[in-house]
């Protein structure tokens, strides 16, 4: 079994950035992709991105290109999600997840951190 941890999140003015991690533990063998994830009040879970466990390929929701890097630390077994250039509707409570193969659907998630953005 996986477990998920994030942090980082907070309040920040428009136009500041922050940093959200995600601690994977237990058999991080297993994972694939692991991904980032955000619901503001009143919609629906949207995705922000994507990496593969390996490294080797990242994905990016076009809301967020050019914005949000998404990173991984192969000793800490953790991925990071930098956000920049902050804007009020990226306010959600963002969530990490991991999935097992480029098939399966996420199966295991963190109990998500708040991201506020002020205007």
């Known amino acids: 079994q996986v477990q998920l941890v994030e942090s980082g999140g907070g309040l920040v003015q428009a136009g500041g950035s922050l940093k959200l991690s995600c601690a994977a533990s237990?058999?991080?063998?297993?994972?694939?992709?692991m991904g980032w994830f955000r619901q503001a009040p009143g919609k629906e879970r949207e995705f922000v991105a994507s990496?593969?466990?390996?490294?080797?390929?990242?994905y990016y929701a076009d809301s967020v290109k050019g914005r949000f890097t998404i990173s991984r630390d192969n000793a800490k077994n953790t991925v990071s999600l930098q956000m920049n250039s902050l804007k009020p509707e990226d306010t959600a409570v963002y969530s990490c997840a991991a999935r097992g193969s480029p098939v399966q659907t996420y199966n295991v998630w963190g109990q998500g951190t708040q991201v506020t953005v002020s205007s």
């Open positions: 990496i593969t466990w390996n490294g080797s390929g990242t």
């Open positions: 237990g058999r991080t063998a297993s994972i694939y992709v």
